[in-house]
């Protein structure tokens, strides 16, 4: 019972500390991110929960990785420690796979229990040297192998998901100019605000009162926005809402001609890889009330973006 106490009094201190902060930050048990996220049981969100866990044990180093893993656990099941490194990795699992997943690869929603993991699998290592009786060159050869099993995407400059980092990186290192810029305008104009979708590097650099198009940063959206299926962790909005707020600047990354021919942002709700439930406003009439109010700004060296026409940021985009 001692030992069970041990085990359980760190994890509730832990994880009822953090959610006693949440209930004062946020004024809410969970975080926007929740609202956005959860939606329901639907099985094509959960399914795609499923395909991100798998995903973990792929580019962590491929299934073959955790056989050690498996030893150790059955051979050691009796003892309380290990029951709980595996109910910990069931339940962050059951949380992976309600969460749909994650917009970034390699599971880091399974970091926690990694440390354990790796426990389990160099143990499982020293349990197949034992049973087997293996000398040092064996064991040597054994744990190269596993070792080289981690190799196959991990440290691969030209296959998923290291690619995707170094092609994130490079989006980054273009928000982040854009951010700087941004920065420059926003002491000269401090009350300006910013409707973006990649919210990060901009509104670190800007300084810049940021709305947040998917929610995950706004209180409104995140639990009253559109419903949408398309992009995992980015599947709220509410362009009308957004635009209500008079935005300075209005950033989503890309732009489409309309069937007149006019350039037009590329709001989420228009894009031809996501679908969306019922939406409580026209978007034609959002379009047609943006190219009243805003203009396209294509400088040198910056990603283009929209500036509202009457505002005080617009001296800074000619």
């Not at 699992?93 to 399974?110: K, L, V």
């Not at 354990?116 to 060159?137: R, Y």
């Amino acid at each position: 019972m001692v030992r069970l106490v041990s085990l359980i009094v760190p994890v509730i201190a832990l994880f009822g500390g953090l959610i006693i902060w949440r209930l004062l930050y946020y004024n809410d048990f969970f975080p926007n991110t929740y609202y956005v996220k959860i939606s329901s049981l639907d099985p094509v969100f959960l399914a795609r929960g499923v395909f991100h866990l798998m995903k973990f044990f792929i580019y962590g180093g491929g299934f073959v990785y955790f056989i050690p893993l498996l030893i150790f656990g059955v051979l050691t099941w009796k003892k309380i420690e290990t029951r709980a490194i595996f109910s910990l990795f069931v339940i962050l699992s059951a949380f992976t796979i309600y969460t749909t997943g994650d917009w970034f690869p390699y599971g880091r929603f399974m970091q926690p229990i990694l440390p354990m993991l790796i426990a389990g699998v160099a143990a499982g290592i020293v349990i197949i040297k034992e049973k087997l009786q293996l000398k040092k060159f064996a064991l040597i050869i054994i744990i190269a192998f596993f070792l080289f099993s981690g190799y196959q995407n991990a440290l691969q400059q030209n296959m998923e998901p290291t690619v995707d980092a170094f092609d994130h990186n490079s989006a980054v290192r273009l928000l982040s100019n854009l951010g700087q810029f941004f920065g420059e305008m926003q002491k000269e104009v401090p009350d300006m605000s910013i409707a973006a979708y990649p919210i990060g590097a901009i509104g670190y650099y800007s300084h810049a009162r940021v709305i947040d198009m998917y929610g995950l940063t706004d209180y409104y959206i995140a639990r009253n926005g559109v419903q949408l299926r398309g992009f995992v962790g980015h599947e709220r909005t509410h362009t009308a809402y957004a635009l209500e707020q008079k935005p300075d600047i209005v950033f989503v990354g890309a732009n489409k001609k309309d069937s007149l021919g006019r350039l037009i942002p590329l709001f989420i709700e228009l894009n031809p890889k996501v679908s969306t439930y019922d939406l409580p406003y026209s978007m034609e009439e959002i379009i047609e009330s943006f190219i009243r109010e805003y203009e396209y700004i294509d400088l040198p060296d910056y990603v283009g973006f929209w500036c509202r026409k009457d505002s005080p940021c617009m001296r800074y985009c000619i």
